[in-house]
């Protein structure tokens, strides 16, 4: 799976969830590091990312919370993708 990276975080903030977990990723500044729980924290260091923060609600089943990493890291989208589905020009 490819995943969108801005520098060495994500270019915006995504949630998702999986089974009764969910996962909130947001975007940090450089040098912030990887704030996040042990699975969340594995998935993001595979992934390439070093600079992001991390929440885990409702359940922190390790299966479940990394699936529901996986599910918002596939949700990121580029600018350019964006603006070529609502046909806008970025200019």
Do not use: W
């Not at 940090?28 to 992934?47: L, Q, S, Y």
């Not at 923060?53 to 479940?64: E, F, I, R």
């Amino acid at each position: 799976m490819r995943v969108l990276r801005a520098g060495s975080s994500i270019p915006h903030q995504v949630e998702a969830s999986y089974c009764a977990s969910r996962v909130r990723l947001i975007p940090a500044a450089p040098g912030t590091g990887v704030i996040a729980g042990k699975a969340v924290r594995k998935v993001c260091e595979f992934a390439g990312i070093h600079d992001i923060l991390t929440k885990v609600y409702g359940s922190t089943n390790p299966l479940n919370v990394v699936k529901a990493t996986m599910a918002a890291l596939a949700k990121l989208r580029d600018q350019k993708v964006i603006a070529a589905l609502r046909e806008v020009n970025l200019g």
